[in-house]
């Protein structure tokens, strides 16, 4: 059973940066496509950035481009989300997700992926 942990959160000033880490254990991240999502309170859970598992192709939800930086290590069993230019509409429970299979493509749909971390807090704020 794969097991994903997600840390890094917490409370940062508008602008700054944070970096979330999402580990796995009970199997390599080589063959999954990863994906992060993000539920504020009082609204729907969204697809913030995803990467494949196939030649590393990544997408981002576009209220996060330029800003938000996908990136796995596979000798580390994680993958990482780099956020920068943080904005308070940036506070969320962050997850990650995964689905094992060779895609070179990813996606923002909940349902195709089937392990979940349990979410790290991110606050944005002064």
């Known amino acids: 059973q794969l097991q994903l942990v997600e840390s890094g959160g917490g409370l940062v000033q508008p602008g700054g940066s944070l970096r979330l880490s999402c580990a796995a254990s009970g199997f390599t991240l080589d063959y999954y496509a990863i994906g992060w999502f993000r539920q504020a309170p009082g609204k729907e859970r969204e697809g913030v950035s995803c990467?494949?598992?196939?030649?590393?192709?990544?997408a981002s939800a576009d209220s996060v481009k330029g800003r938000f930086t996908i990136s796995r290590d596979n000798t580390k069993n994680t993958v990482y989300l780099q956020m920068n230019s943080l904005k308070p509409e940036d506070t969320a429970v962050y997850y990650c997700?995964?689905?094992?299979?060779?895609?070179?493509?990813?996606?923002?749909?909940?349902?195709?992926?089937?392990?979940w971390g349990q979410g790290t807090q991110v606050t944005v704020s002064s």
């Open positions: 990467i494949s598992s196939s030649q590393g192709n990544t």
């Open positions: 997700a995964a689905r094992l299979g060779l895609f070179r493509g990813c996606g923002f749909r909940e349902d195709f992926y089937n392990s």
